[in-house]
Protein backbone atom coordinates (compact mmCIF):
# COMPACT_ATOMS: atom_id res chain seq x y z
CA UNK A 1 0.00 0.00 0.00
CA UNK A 2 1.08 3.63 -0.67
CA UNK A 3 1.35 6.31 1.68
CA UNK A 4 -0.76 9.19 0.75
CA UNK A 5 1.65 12.53 1.93
CA UNK A 6 -1.22 14.78 2.15
CA UNK A 7 -0.16 17.92 4.59
CA UNK A 8 -3.00 19.53 6.14
CA UNK A 9 -3.68 23.17 5.34
CA UNK A 10 -3.32 25.90 8.13
CA UNK A 11 -5.60 28.95 7.79
CA UNK A 12 -3.89 32.03 8.32
CA UNK A 13 -5.67 34.35 11.12
CA UNK A 14 -6.40 37.17 8.78
CA UNK A 15 -8.20 34.82 6.49
CA UNK A 16 -10.43 33.29 8.91
CA UNK A 17 -11.14 37.44 10.46
CA UNK A 18 -11.97 37.82 6.76
CA UNK A 19 -14.56 35.12 6.37
CA UNK A 20 -16.03 35.55 9.96
CA UNK A 21 -16.08 39.42 8.95
CA UNK A 22 -18.33 38.68 5.94
CA UNK A 23 -20.37 36.03 7.72
CA UNK A 24 -20.94 38.93 10.61
CA UNK A 25 -22.13 41.26 7.40
CA UNK A 26 -24.31 38.62 5.81
CA UNK A 27 -26.00 38.57 8.99
CA UNK A 28 -26.53 42.49 9.39
CA UNK A 29 -27.71 42.30 5.84
CA UNK A 30 -30.44 39.03 6.94
CA UNK A 31 -31.67 41.20 9.65
CA UNK A 32 -32.19 44.44 7.74
CA UNK A 33 -33.77 42.40 5.13
CA UNK A 34 -36.13 40.88 7.18
CA UNK A 35 -37.03 43.87 9.31
CA UNK A 36 -36.59 46.96 7.35
CA UNK A 37 -37.27 45.88 3.39
CA UNK A 38 -40.44 44.94 1.94
CA UNK A 39 -40.28 41.87 -0.23
CA UNK A 40 -42.98 40.41 -1.65
CA UNK A 41 -43.74 37.01 0.33
CA UNK A 42 -42.76 34.75 -2.56
CA UNK A 43 -38.88 36.61 -3.06
CA UNK A 44 -38.83 37.15 1.18
CA UNK A 45 -37.96 33.29 1.98
CA UNK A 46 -35.67 33.15 -1.62
CA UNK A 47 -33.77 36.30 -0.77
CA UNK A 48 -33.16 34.82 2.78
CA UNK A 49 -32.32 31.15 1.52
CA UNK A 50 -30.00 32.67 -1.16
CA UNK A 51 -28.08 34.53 1.88
CA UNK A 52 -28.15 31.76 4.27
CA UNK A 53 -26.43 29.58 1.39
CA UNK A 54 -23.57 32.23 1.04
CA UNK A 55 -22.99 31.79 4.51
CA UNK A 56 -23.26 28.17 4.91
CA UNK A 57 -20.66 28.14 2.11
CA UNK A 58 -18.55 30.40 3.76
CA UNK A 59 -18.33 28.02 6.87
CA UNK A 60 -18.12 24.71 4.98
CA UNK A 61 -15.22 25.93 2.18
CA UNK A 62 -12.90 27.83 5.03
CA UNK A 63 -14.39 26.82 8.70
CA UNK A 64 -14.31 23.39 7.62
CA UNK A 65 -11.63 22.95 4.78
CA UNK A 66 -13.48 21.65 2.05
CA UNK A 67 -11.84 24.29 -0.43
CA UNK A 68 -8.35 22.82 0.32
CA UNK A 69 -9.63 18.94 1.31
CA UNK A 70 -9.56 16.10 -1.34
CA UNK A 71 -12.82 17.56 -3.45
CA UNK A 72 -14.79 14.26 -2.64
CA UNK A 73 -15.34 15.07 0.36
CA UNK A 74 -17.14 18.49 -1.01
CA UNK A 75 -18.55 16.60 -3.09
CA UNK A 76 -20.01 14.37 -0.29
CA UNK A 77 -21.30 17.46 0.93
CA UNK A 78 -23.06 18.59 -1.74
CA UNK A 79 -25.19 15.43 -2.99
CA UNK A 80 -26.03 15.46 1.32
CA UNK A 81 -27.48 19.18 0.77
CA UNK A 82 -29.07 17.64 -2.82
CA UNK A 83 -30.53 14.65 -0.99
CA UNK A 84 -32.17 17.37 1.92
CA UNK A 85 -33.55 19.07 -0.25
CA UNK A 86 -35.35 16.26 -2.48
CA UNK A 87 -36.48 15.15 0.68
CA UNK A 88 -37.92 18.60 1.92
CA UNK A 89 -39.34 18.66 -1.99
CA UNK A 90 -41.16 15.89 -1.13
CA UNK A 91 -42.44 16.15 2.18
CA UNK A 92 -44.05 19.69 0.83
CA UNK A 93 -45.92 17.92 -1.94
CA UNK A 94 -47.32 16.04 0.61
CA UNK A 95 -48.71 18.59 2.55
CA UNK A 96 -49.72 20.38 -0.47
CA UNK A 97 -52.58 18.73 -0.89
CA UNK A 98 -53.85 17.22 2.58
CA UNK A 99 -56.95 18.13 3.61
CA UNK A 100 -57.31 20.64 6.74
CA UNK A 101 -58.46 17.77 9.93
CA UNK A 102 -58.68 20.65 11.91
CA UNK A 103 -59.90 24.04 10.50
CA UNK A 104 -58.40 26.21 13.58
CA UNK A 105 -54.59 24.88 13.24
Known sequence: MSEHNHEHHVSSAGQLWAVGTA??????ITV???KFVSIPPPFDVVTAMAVALVKAFLVAAFFMNLYWDVKFNAMLLIMAVCFFILMVAITLLDTMYRNDVVPSF
Open 32 to 34: VLA
Open 23 to 28: LLILTI
